[in-house]
C-alpha cells in the first residue's frame, strides 16, 4: 500500500477508543505515533516484501523522486538520470531476485530540468517480513566535495606550475614545502629542498639580516617583507633574488608558517653593472641611426647630431649651418621661418609632434620630413636645451598616395556590383512592362480594326444587335478589360524606374567628384544623400538608415574625398551590424546626422553592431590595421578617413563605442576656409 487512507486512521481511531483503558490503547496510540514519524520524516522510506515489490512509501519519497499522489511508486525508474537508468534496473531487479542489504548510489532528473544526486540503502525489516530502504538527498554534499576538489587541484596546480618559486617555511625558518620553480631557481631537487632551512640556501653575508627581518615578520611589527637579497644555488654561484614573504594564518587568524615568493632579478643586477659600458654602446647607435636626431644648447646651437642629421640637415662641424636648405609646409610653397621650425619652438616650450615640412636644396630631390621636438630640462626644471628627432618620410608618403588611391578603386570596385544591381532591378521591371504593353498592342489594333469594321456593317446593313455581339466577342478575344485595367500602371511603373535610375546615376555621379587642387565649397548634405545612395547595396540587406540633415552653410573641402570617409564609414557600420544580425534575419540602424555647432559642421555616423574592442580601439586608426575578416578589409579605411579630415581639412575624427551596442564616428569640418587651412598645418601626422 502507499498510505494510510482517512479511512485506515479513523478505525485505528475507533479500535483505540474501544480499548480504552487497556493495554491495547497504548499500542494502538504508539503505532500512530510511529506512523506519523514515518509520515513527517525528512528521508523518503519505502518498505518492500520479500520479492522486492514496494509495499509503502512515504510522502517524502514521493518528493524526492517527483512522483505525483497517485502515481505508481514503481514509477520511480521514470525520473533517474539517463546515464544511471540501465545500470539502476539491473541493480533493482538483481535485488528482487537476490534481496539483501543493497546501497546505491545514482542521480534523478526533476521535470523542470534539475540534476540531484541521491544515495539509497536497504535492510532487512526487523520484526516483520521484507526490506525497509531510506533515500538521502547528497546532492549538496557532493556538490560541496566537487568544488572542494576543484579548489585543491587549482591550489595544487598553481603552487607546482607557478613560474616564480614559493616556499613554505615553520617558525625556525626550516623548509617545509617548496615548488619546483623553487628547486629550479637552486639547482636543487625537492628531497634536498626539504630537509634543509632557508638559512642555508642564504648567502653568508645576508644571513643575520634575513633572520632579523624574519623575526619581526613573525613577531607581528610587520605583515610582508619586501626585500632583495642573495641565494647560492647548488652549483655555489650566487643569485639576486626579490624575495616577498608572509605569515599564513588558520581560521584563528593565528601563523602557521611562513610561505616565500622568489623571482629571480640577477639580470636586472646585471644589467645596472653593465649601464656605464651600454651607454658607450648608445652613443655609437646614435651614430648610425637612420633617423636625424639633433640637440641644441639654450642659445640654439647644435651640440649634438648624428650622421642621418647631418646629411639632411646640411649640418657642418661646428654648428647648424642651412645656407641652401630651405623648409615648407606639407603644400610645398608656404615657406617656414627659423623661428617657427622644430627645435625653436621647443626652445619656447613648445610640444612640437609629429610637424609635417618639406626640406628642399638646389640640385637635390625635395624631401618630406616628419619631427618631433621637446625641451631639455635639469633637475630643477630649468631649461638645458632641445632635441628634435626628424624622419624623411618621402617614400612612405608616396605609398599613402598610392594607398589612398588604391583603397579608393578598391571601394569603387566593390561597389560596382551593387550599383549594377541597383540598377538592374527597375530596369528589369521597365522591361517587363514594355514588353506588356507591346504585347498587348496587337490585340487592341484588332479590337480597333473590328470596331472599323462593325461600323461599316452598321451603316450598311443598320443590324445593331449583330454588331454589338460582334464587338463584345472581338474585347472577349482580346481580353481588353485586363489590358485596359494594366496599362497605365504598367507605364507609371516604368515612369518610377527609370527616375530611379535616373536617381542613381545621378548620385554616382556627384560620389565620383574629381580629385582637386582646390577646395570648394560644398553642399555637405546633398553630398552625404548621394553617397547613401550609392552604398545603398552595403546596407540595405542588414540596416534601416535614418538620416537627419540640419542646416548647413557651403563648406570649403575636397568633395571627392570627403566623399570617400563618409562612403568608408558607411561600409563599416554595415559590416559592424551584419556580424550582429548575420544569424537572426533581423536588420539593424544607421543613423545619420549633421548639423551646424559653432565654426564648424558636424556628421555623425551611428550603428547598432558590435563595437569596439577595448584592445583594438587605440589602433583603429592605425595603417593596415583591421578587426575584420580575411577579404573584409585592408586596414587603411580609417587611417585614410583621419588623413583626410585631421591633415587635409584641419577638422577632427572621433569615436565612441560599446560592446555590443554600436560606434558612433563623429567628423568635424571647420566652416571657415582660413581656420581649416590654420589647423591643417597645426594637425599631427
Not at 487497556?22 to 509520515?39: D, G, K, Q, Y
Not at 539509497?120 to 547528497?138: K, R, W
Not at 549633421?594 to 595603417?623: C, M, Q, W, Y
Not at 575584420?628 to 584641419?650: D, F
Request: net charge negative.
Amino acid at each position: 500500500m502507499d498510505s494510510l487512507s482517512d479511512t485506515s486512521l479513523q478505525d485505528m481511531a475507533g479500535l483505540a477508543a474501544l480499548a480504552s483503558g487497556t493495554p491495547f490503547a497504548s499500542l494502538c496510540e504508539e503505532l500512530m505515533v510511529a506512523r506519523a514519524r514515518l509520515e513527517s520524516a525528512p528521508v523518503a522510506i519505502y518498505h518492500t516484501d520479500v520479492n522486492g515489490q514496494i509495499t509503502y512509501a512515504n510522502p517524502e519519497y514521493r518528493r524526492f523522486l517527483g512522483l505525483g499522489p497517485t502515481e505508481s511508486l514503481d514509477n520511480w525508474i521514470n525520473v533517474v538520470h539517463a546515464d544511471d537508468r540501465s545500470r539502476m534496473q539491473a541493480n533493482w531487479a538483481d535485488f528482487c531476485l537476490n534481496p539483501r542489504p543493497v546501497a546505491f548510489e545514482y542521480r534523478t532528473v526533476s521535470r523542470e530540468g534539475a540534476t540531484r544526486v541521491l544515495t539509497e540503502q536497504v535492510v532487512a525489516a526487523l520484526g516483520t517480513a521484507g526490506y525497509i530502504g531510506t533515500i538521502t538527498d547528497i546532492t549538496d554534499r557532493v556538490e560541496a566535495g566537487e568544488h572542494l576538489k576543484q579548489a585543491e587541484t587549482l591550489s595544487h596546480h598553481t603552487f607546482k606550475q607557478a613560474p616564480i618559486g614559493i616556499v613554505y617555511m615553520d617558525r625556525d625558518g626550516r623548509i617545509l614545502r617548496g615548488n619546483q620553480a623553487f628547486c629550479d631557481l637552486l639547482g636543487l631537487n625537492s628531497r634536498d629542498i626539504e630537509a634543509t632551512s632557508i638559512a642555508d640556501l642564504t648567502h653568508d653575508a645576508d644571513v643575520a639580516n634575513n633572520a632579523a627581518e624574519f623575526e619581526r615578520l613573525w613577531r607581528g611589527e610587520t605583515d610582508v617583507l619586501d626585500t632583495e637579497t642573495r641565494y647560492v644555488r647548488a652549483d655555489h654561484r650566487t643569485m639576486w633574488v626579490r624575495a616577498t614573504t608572509a605569515l599564513v594564518r588558520d581560521a584563528t587568524d593565528a601563523p602557521t608558517c611562513a610561505v616565500k615568493f622568489v623571482r629571480d632579478i640577477s639580470a636586472r643586477k646585471d644589467l645596472a653593472a653593465a649601464l656605464a659600458q651600454n651607454q658607450q654602446l648608445l652613443q655609437a647607435v646614435l651614430a648610425e641611426l637612420p633617423v636625424a636626431v639633433r640637440a641644441c644648447d639654450v642659445d640654439g646651437r647644435i651640440f649634438l647630431h648624428n650622421s642621418a642629421a647631418a646629411e639632411l640637415f646640411a649640418i657642418g662641424e661646428a654648428d647648424e649651418s642651412l645656407p641652401a636648405l630651405e623648409v615648407f609646409l606639407p603644400d610645398g610653397k608656404t615657406p617656414v621661418p627659423s623661428e617657427e621650425r622644430l627645435l625653436s619652438r621647443a626652445l619656447r616650450g613648445e610640444n612640437a609632434t609629429n610637424v609635417e615640412l618639406v626640406m628642399a636644396r638646389p640640385g637635390h630631390p625635395a624631401r618630406t620630413t616628419l619631427g618631433s621636438a621637446r625641451r631639455l630640462t635639469g633637475p630643477n626644471g630649468e631649461c638645458l636645451g632641445a632635441v628634435a628627432v626628424t624622419q624623411d618620410v618621402t617614400q612612405r608618403r608616396t605609398l599613402e598616395r598610392e594607398l589612398a588611391q588604391a583603397q579608393k578603386l578598391e571601394s569603387v570596385g566593390q561597389l560596382a556590383a551593387g550599383v549594377a544591381h541597383e540598377i538592374n532591378t527597375p530596369v528589369q521591371f521597365v522591361s517587363d512592362n514594355v514588353q506588356f504593353v507591346r504585347t498587348s498592342l496587337p490585340d487592341i489594333v484588332a479590337v480597333i480594326s473590328a470596331y472599323r469594321n462593325l461600323r461599316q456593317a452598321v451603316q450598311s446593313r443598320g443590324d445593331v444587335a449583330a454588331a454589338a455581339h460582334l464587338a463584345a466577342e472581338a474585347e472577349k478575344a482580346a481580353d481588353l478589360d485586363y489590358v485596359l485595367e494594366n496599362a497605365t500602371p504598367a507605364i507609371d511603373s516604368s515612369m518610377e524606374g527609370l527616375a530611379r535610375i535616373a536617381t542613381i546615376v545621378r548620385s554616382m555621379k556627384e560620389f565620383a567628384h574629381p580629385d582637386q587642387a582646390e577646395k570648394i565649397h560644398a553642399d555637405l548634405n546633398r553630398a552625404i544623400r548621394s553617397t547613401l545612395v550609392v552604398a545603398s547595396n552595403e546596407y540595405k540587406y542588414v540596416a534601416e538608415v535614418d538620416a537627419e540633415f540640419g542646416e548647413l552653410p557651403p563648406v570649403p573641402c575636397y568633395l571627392g574625398e570627403i566623399n570617400q570617409v563618409i562612403l568608408n564609414l558607411l561600409v563599416n557600420a554595415s559590416h559592424a551590424i551584419s556580424d550582429v544580425v548575420k544569424d537572426t534575419g533581423g536588420r539593424g540602424k544607421i543613423t545619420v546626422r549633421t548639423r551646424l555647432d559653432g565654426d564648424a559642421v558636424e556628421i555623425s555616423i551611428a550603428d547598432t553592431g558590435t563595437g569596439i574592442p577595448d584592445a583594438a580601439r587605440n589602433k583603429v586608426f592605425d595603417p593596415f590595421f583591421t578587426t575584420k575578416g580575411v577579404g573584409r578589409g585592408t586596414g587603411q579605411g580609417l587611417a585614410i578617413a583621419r588623413s583626410v579630415i585631421v591633415n587635409k581639412h584641419g577638422g577632427t575624427l572621433k569615436f565612441t563605442t560599446a560592446l555590443g551596442v554600436g560606434t558612433t564616428f563623429y567628423i568635424r569640418l571647420p566652416v571657415d576656409a582660413a581656420t581649416a587651412a590654420a589647423r591643417a598645418n597645426e594637425a599631427p601626422a
